[in-house]
């Protein structure tokens, strides 16, 4: 049938336009009658103000219209700047013998298509085989906005919404883009995607995956945030677990490298502590439960205050718009305290180190000193009131040597020259000492090599 089939149709009816009203042949009383309004004409009861009015009251008694050749347009619309539109079935290879489509005729286009095979709609592609709403731009440009959603029974894996974007030569490519841009004044919550899940036995608010050659980056997901330092890149409320961590430590990304000193005596200044988090008065925080370990913030700041951060207070929003409320906190940086604890050892061990070293060259001193061949004994007898004997032993290598009496005060009573070397004795009498409690010392070369007590007792 040609293109203009329904301008034909209505020139047919142009014929009676003198007359006000007509019903079919064979027509009872008050069926549609075709009547020429005055400013339209139409097939109805009542014609109103449009051109053309078509009134059905049975299924497929409207207006009828058959494409007899391949491409042809079922109805042509026409403006007058020149843009035609054309809707027909479609009929190409992906889909034979139906569905529907618009054209632009002007630019040869396809904006949108039905596929009667899958019932797929495509917006800017002619074979819509991907997903129910397949939406296809060119490169660099967003491939659309739209929200689907899955039955509410039967199957599984349902998808809300899926975005697949693919491209045949190396460029940047995103399967799915959320931007939250909210520039009314007086701020609010903005967010890019948000995902949520719940009421099964596994769920998740999103799931990442990358797959690629082994040979170049792939990522899961990457967070940046700019601006304030208020700003994180994540902002996890509740446990994290990962498989590995890595962090940025690269010599080219640093400056100012200095040695950490001192930190062996900033360790000792910190204090461990075990305890339990307020989880209900601050159930928003979704903070761990039970006993944990760890060091409080604010004493933690005063010895390493690089590792405290302070917490802004934040409102994060819902899927129902109910509000998760934040406070203001210091939180800690623990893994910068591993270079810390590794500094601390490497002190300790310099100083067990040290330590050693001295002791062993004090033990040769000792071993090659005269003090280790001397001996003094307890004086005989003990207490006396005449004369006592004290045994000794002084090296020959010592040059001078006296044995010196004091009193318990420390005030030197009398003093008593040692003239013979090696093993010998020497007489002490109490002729000028008072009874009562004495020290008396052996002094070689200066230096008090042993010491002991005797008693004088009262004389007969």
Known sequence: MKKNVI???LLAFSSLLNAQEFNPPGATPGTPAYRKAPTGFGMTIAPGTNMVEI??????DGLSITQRNSGASLIKLNNTTGTNW?????DNSSAPGGGFSINNLSSGTTPLVIDPNTGNIGVGTTAPTFAKLQVEENAGDVGGSFLVTPPSSGGSGKIGAKGRVYSAVTNTVFGVVGDGDLTAAGGGFATGVFGSGEGGNFNMGGQFTAFGSASYANYGIYAAAYGAASNYAGYFNGDVYTSGVYTSSDRKLKQNIKPLTNALDKLLLLKPSTYAFRTT?????NLPSGNQMGLIAQELEEVFPELIKNMSAIEIPGKNGEKTSIPEFKSVQYISLIPVLIAAIQEQQAQIAELKNTQKITD???????????????NEPNPFDGITVINYNLPETINTAYLAVYDLSGKQIASFPIHEKGKSSLKITSEKLAAGIYIYSIVADGKVVDSKKMIVAEKQ
């Open 7 to 9: 301008f034909i149709s």
């Open 364 to 378: 040769i001193a000792s071993a090659n000193s005269t003090d280790a061949l001397f001996s003094m004994s307890q």
């Open 281 to 285: 008065e601050f159930k928003d925080m």
């Open 86 to 90: 054309s809707l027909n079935s479609l």
């Open 55 to 60: 009134e059905t009251t049975s299924p497929n």
